[in-house]
Nanobody
Framework: QVQLVESGGGLVQAGGSLRLSCAASGRTFSSYDMGWFRQAPGKEREFVAAINWSGGSTYYADSVKGRFTCSRDNAKNTVYLQMNSLKPEDTAVYYC?????????????????WGQGTQVTVSS
């Protein structure tokens, strides 16, 4: 069982930056692949970024590539999402998710555990 708690969301102006954190409980965090998803009002939850268990592989949605960076610190049981050059269309609730031995890390259905989400609002 893994419990995930996101933090770091808030209100920022377009062009600004935020860093989201996702703290995980449990001693086996380092064995989990981690993903970030977001959901805007009236829209489906969509993939943002993912990182494999070792941190050696990362994946990004085309809409955030070059602006967002996903990283992890297995010693701290935490995964991060550094978001730069934020745009109003990045406004959403951001969720982190965990799963084991994932093949399609961009697919939300493969993740077993989800956090409660943190709101990110980007003003124009």
């Amino acid at each position: 069982q893994v419990q995930l708690v996101e933090s770091g969301g808030g209100l920022v102006q377009a062009g600004g930056s935020l860093r989201l954190s996702c703290a995980a409980s449990g001693r086996t965090f380092s064995s989990y692949d981690m993903g970030w998803f977001r959901q805007a009002p009236g829209k489906e939850r969509e993939f943002v970024a993912a990182i494999n268990w070792s941190g050696g592989s990362t994946y990004y949605a085309d809409s955030v590539k070059g602006r967002f960076t996903c990283s992890r610190d297995n010693a701290k049981n935490t995964v991060y999402l550094q978001m730069n050059s934020l745009k109003p269309e990045d406004t959403a609730v951001y969720y982190c998710a965990a799963g084991s031995h994932l093949v399609l890390m961009t697919t939300r259905g493969v993740y077993d555990y989800w956090g409660q989400g943190t709101q990110v609002t980007v003003s124009s």
